[in-house]
């Protein structure tokens, strides 16, 4: 029962892995984007040490656009409904 004031309390994330260096042995499966962390694994420079790679996720995070932001916050109420209604299953979203 959550409206946008709520949401807008949330900071979002997933289970998304930053690897350091090119390569980390894993098989890749395709997904949707999980939209900001979509975002910033997309401009996500190559970084070669734990502080190279916070530095570049706090300078992305601080650029991300705030419209795309409002966005999310917005369409929290409907994403979550979405999710009921499937019982937890896939959602247009």
């Known amino acids: 029962m959550w409206n946008v004031t709520d949401w807008q309390k949330v900071v979002f994330s997933d ?4 690897v350091l260096g090119t390569d980390d042995n894993r098989v890749r499966v395709w997904r949707h984007p999980e939209h900001v962390w ?5 401009q ?3 970084c070669h040490s734990v502080n190279d790679l916070e530095l570049a996720v706090q300078d992305l995070w601080a650029h991300l ?3 795309n932001i ?3 916050i917005n ?3 409907d994403r979550v409904a979405a999710c009921i ?3 937890g299953g896939p959602t247009r979203y």
Do not use: H, I, N, T
């Not at 289970?15 to 930053?18: G, I, L």
């Open 15 to 18: 289970e998304f892995r930053f």
């Open 38 to 42: 979509d975002q910033l694994k997309r």
């Open 44 to 46: 996500m420079p190559l």
């Open 65 to 67: 656009p705030q419209d």
């Open 70 to 72: 409002r966005c999310l």
């Open 75 to 77: 369409s929290m109420p």
């Open 85 to 87: 209604a499937a019982g």
